[in-house]
């Protein structure tokens, strides 16, 4: 599906507000999309995703029988929907109640109300989703780079893997925590490692330390993706040997820039 085009898309609206389902809809219309479906609640919208699967869900945080995780739940354990992109749109702000959608591998977290620099980014992220973009390296056939990609979260692995395999980066090995990882490492040789931070037992600053400091591949590129914001925190992950930070949600084209960076330096 390359050189898509926003009026191509097709786009599940979940939004119990008649007034904000307006706003929104106009909000989509600007940006060229049409094709736009509606639903008011959770039962309405898994009948109309069994029945034809969008390309985009944006969806409201509450309903009245349930929330946009109970969706985003039953798309991304659904193999016939996991590819379904899903962005949330809300007011809510508070970090624990938007956590797990990070984790998820969401395109986009809208504020209410939302810029059309907001909404444009996150139909580009869609995009790119669903258009392979090779990258054409230099120094490297893409196709040949080794990545390790280490993650907690079954669902932030899918989601990064498949920003990865997008983008040309088809050997990709999967460990569940950094002690997986550290045992990865002892066995293969990587030329670069994607890494999420908060883990159990070995973190992503602990991996990081292990490859500098223990490892026989210390020199191996390191981007570490977080969804904490702490400039201080930050600043301590960078000092440990992380080569590159990256936010979540996960976006192609702000990955491919990184990856450009710490490959073809």
Not at 100 to 107: A, I, N, P, T
Request: aromatic share 6%.
């Amino acid at each position: 599906m390359a050189n898509i085009t926003p009026n191509e898309l097709s786009i599940l609206l979940i939004e119990p507000s008649d007034t904000q389902r307006k706003i929104i809809l106009g909000k989509f219309e600007k940006e060229g999309i049409s094709q736009i479906t509606t639903a008011n609640n959770v039962a309405e919208t898994i009948e109309i995703i069994e029945r034809h699967p969008p390309d985009l869900i944006a969806s409201a945080m509450y309903f009245d029988d349930g929330t946009a995780l109970d969706v985003l739940k039953h798309i991304k354990t659904n193999e016939r929907l996991a590819d379904i992109a899903f962005m949330l749109v809300t007011s809510e702000y508070k970090k624990e109640h938007l956590e797990e959608f990070k984790q998820s591998g969401v395109v986009a977290l809208l504020p209410k109300p939302f810029t059309p620099d907001h909404l444009g980014a996150a139909i580009n992220t869609t995009i790119d989703l669903l258009s392979p973009d090779e990258m054409d390296l230099d120094y490297f056939d893409v196709n040949e780079i080794r990545v390790l990609l280490v993650d907690d979260s079954t669902l932030a692995r899918n989601h990064i893997r498949r920003v990865l395999n997008n983008l040309g980066l088809q050997k990709v090995t999967e460990a569940a925590d950094g002690k997986e990882a550290i045992a990865a490492l002892e066995d293969t040789m990587f030329d670069l490692v994607v890494t999420d931070y908060n883990m159990p037992e070995v973190d992503g600053r602990e991996l990081t330390k292990y490859i500098r400091e223990q490892s026989q591949q210390s020199h191996i590129p390191v981007l570490m993706v977080t969804s904490e914001s702490s400039e201080t925190h930050l600043a301590n992950i960078e000092q440990d040997g992380v080569n590159a930070l990256c936010d979540k949600p996960f976006e192609p084209q702000f990955v491919k820039k990184l990856l450009f960076q710490l490959l073809e330096h």
